[in-house]
Every structure is written in structure tokens, then in C-alpha cells.
């Protein structure tokens, strides 16, 4: 069957799956009806309060090169970085590659370096130097295409998806039957056995060969799941510490274990929605509790911006504006692992642009503090960690717009409370906030059910009791 005719059915059972799910997520929590998951996929126990920081080589330095970044790893480590997940670090095609420099997901080979950006070599010293600073190293896997030059399309031209006439073809958006304008990239075949091989192979060769601890996946929600089944069982076998991250919003890649993570696509543009006016906090808890629901082990990945949105979409003042710090300590402190895009911490004020040279431009990494101050607090306070390490969070405030919550595991607690409204508001406790300090001030925290707090616009307040 054509893969793009398995990727639609997949996509219907999917959407009703979701709707099953939240209709019928109180039966599905008995024990009369317990939920039967097909893999246990445990969390590894060094991700367990661990934050993801999204690295672009080319852009990050004037150099663009590894050995550039490199020189950043102690800041970062200092920052409290744990994950460093590296934009696709391969060579790119030049057949059809767009602008001067093309596309990162325009891969040519996948067991090569770009040499824009260093040698393999200078690559691996990145990975041991950021290893011997307690750091983990993932990277961006691009499964679903190559670029037009990638040493299959001569060898192996049969692990592409070709049409009637025997012409390899771009990705097709499997809904409309058209392309999705990637005309850099040519769709790779997954009806095709030896392919899917070679693809596990070439996975395998960063994780024996250079030491990774995992990757991220490139448009998974396009690749059949009973792929990810058979690689993530094999990359699992070569080392079952590795952490699994999918750019996809399919419950069922991590329902079904095939990945620690999936992307908070709905929160990402609920916030984006907030930041504007057109939703409030009733909404953005109820898509909190709907979410919830549906994953039963795994979690999502919280972000105010990544690569394709602040290339595409806007920078974070564009789409946020003055929310964009009050959206950030939420990213960081509901469930899920928070993720900073590099550059955040500056913050990054312009668009990078995607095909060409650009510099983020540190200078006075105005943000570092509070990430700083808030990647800290998850190190230390469990109620903060990821996955089956985390805790219940706990509405403690009733309001439309101030977002007041509160999580608590083994005897650590801490609280948060974020105007998302460009007024002063105030919020009336309906649980107690006691025995914790305030994270900015310093002052112990002693609050009643009763207590009623106010707020200036995008105001926030973090407590801990450690």
C-alpha cells in the first residue's frame, strides 16, 4: 500500500484515538479498565530533571563552526544545560539547494560532517568536552527525505518514493495529495525494506561510533510507526540510557515507547494565543488537563520558540511581545521538559535567516539569569521532574487570568502564579502556599486559602520550599 494512503488511515485512527481518549479519560484511570500500553519505555534517570537546549552551528557563532560553539559549553553548563540537541550537523546537497548555503534537513550523506561547520573529529571533541561537563548530546535525524544529492538517490534509487513515470518526487502532504513545497528534498520510500535498514544502520553508526546519548526525529509524524517500532527497538538494544525526542504531536509515539518526547505543538500556539488576547487561562488549563489525559507515559516538549518558529513565524517579541518571560516560566514549569532555543538567553531579537549566513549576536545574555535561576530550581526540586519523575500539578487560584498552580513530590513543593493579561489582576488562593521562599526576593512565603495576590501585566512569582 502507498505510504502516503497508510500515513492518512494513520492519521484518521489517530484523531479519533484522541477523542476517545479525552472523552473517556476518567474510565480509562480505573483499575476495572486499566490502559494496556504496547512498550514500557522508562525514562533514563539522568533525564529525569533534565531541560533541552536546541543548538544551530551555523548561526550560533560568526565562525559557524564546531569549534566555535565549543568555546560557549562552560557558559551553558554554568547556565544549568543539560541536553544539547544539534540542528543536523551532515553535509548538504547543492542539487536544488535553496539559497547559497540550503537547508540543514537536506542531508547528502548521514555519516559525514558538514565541513562548513568542522571535521567529524572537531564534532566528537564537542560530545567529549560537553560529556566531561555532565552534558548529554542528541541529534537531529532527518528520516523522511534526503537532499537531491544524498549518495542513495545514484546507489539505491529504489529507496525513493517515485511516480507513475519512474521520476523521484518531493514529500507530499499525504491529505492533499500536493507537495509541501520541500523542493529541496527528495521523499524517501518506506515501503522499502533494505532502505529502512540502511536508514537503522546509519542511526546506529552516531550512537557506536561517536558516543550520542539519543536523537531527535525530523518529521516523525510522517514516517510509519512500525518503523519506529523496529529502530527504536534496535537504537534501545545498543544503549538503553538513550533519550528519544520526536517532532511530532502523535500520542502514540510515546504511548507506544517508541520516544521519551513528543512536541507541545497545541501549548506553543495556545501561549502564542494568550500573548494576544484570544484565549485566557481557563483555556490554557483545560488543554493542560486534556493533555494529560491522553498521554500515558512520556511527556511533551515546552517552547516559546525553536528554529522554524523564529525563522517562520516570528521572534518571540513578535508573537509574544512583553509575555514572552511570563510564557517562558510556564514553558519551564508545568509538565514536560522545557526547551530553550539558542539565543534565548540574549534574547535572540531577529528572525535567523534559514538558507543563509546569520550570527545570533551574543553580547549581553540578558535573559541567562532567569533561566538560570529557573533550570536550577528543576535540578533540585523533584515536584519539577520529567515524566514518570513528575508530580500532579495543582490549580491553586481561580482566576481567568492569573495562572496560579502548585506540584509537590517526596516532601519538595513549589508554586507558581503568572499574569497572562496586559492589566493588573489579582487572584483569590483556594489552597494554602505555605512554608516555601520566594525564588527572585528571598522572602518566606506564608500563604493562606483566602489570600488574595495581585499582579501587574505578564507579572510572575515563583516559590520553593528548596
Known sequence: MNKYILLFISFLFFTTS????????????TAENPVVLENIRPLPKWASQANIYEVNIRQYTPEGTFDAFAKHLPRLKNMGVDILWFMPI?????????GSLGSYYAVSDFREANPEF????????????????????????????????HVWIKSNPEYFTQ???????????????????????????????????QMIDD??????????????????????????????????????SLYMLAESEVIDHVNNGYFHTIYGWALHHMMNDVAKGKKNVNDLHNLLVERKSQIKQGSMMNFITNHDEN??????????????????????TIDGFPLLYGGQEEPLDHRLEFFEKDNIGFKSFKNAKLYKTLLDLKHRNKAMGNNEY?????RVGDSEHIYAYMKEKDGDKFAVMINFSTERQQVKLTESVVGMTDLFSGRRVEMGQGTI??????EYWVASNR
Open 163 to 197: 511516480d507513475a513515470d519512474g521520476n523521484i518526487v518531493d514529500p507530499v502532504d499525504p491529505q492533499t495529495g500536493k507537495s509541501w513545497g520541500w523542493t529541496d528534498v527528495a521523499d524517501l520510500n518506506y515501503d522499502n525494506a533494505n532502505m529502512r535498514k
Open 390 to 394: 513528575s508530580s500532579p500539578l495543582i
Open 203 to 240: 542511526m546506529l553508526y552516531w550512537v557506536n561510533n561517536h558516543k550520542i546519548d539519543g536523537y531527535r526525529m525530523d518529521v516523525a509524524h510522517n514516517v510509519p510507526n512500525d518503523f519506529w517500532a523496529d529502530a527504536t527497538s534496535q537504537l534501545f538494544a545498543a544503549n538503553d
Open 311 to 332: 525563522s517562520w513565524s516570528g521572534t518571540v517579541e513578535e508573537r509574544m511581545g512583553p509575555a514572552g518571560d511570563a510564557f517562558a516560566v510556564l514553558a519551564m
Open 453 to 458: 495576590k495581585s499582579f501587574d501585566p505578564w
Open 18 to 29: 484522541c477523542k476517545q481518549d479525552v472523552n473517556n479519560s476518567e474510565s480509562k484511570a
Open 118 to 149: 568542522g571535521t567529524k573529529a572537531s564534532f566528537q571533541n564537542v560530545v567529549d568536552r560537553a560529556h566531561s561537563l555532565g552534558m548529554k548530546v542528541i541529534l537531529d535525524w532527518v528520516p523522511n527525505h534526503t537532499g537531491w544529492d
Open 90 to 98: 551532515f553535509p548538504i546537497s547543492e542539487t536544488k539547494k535553496k
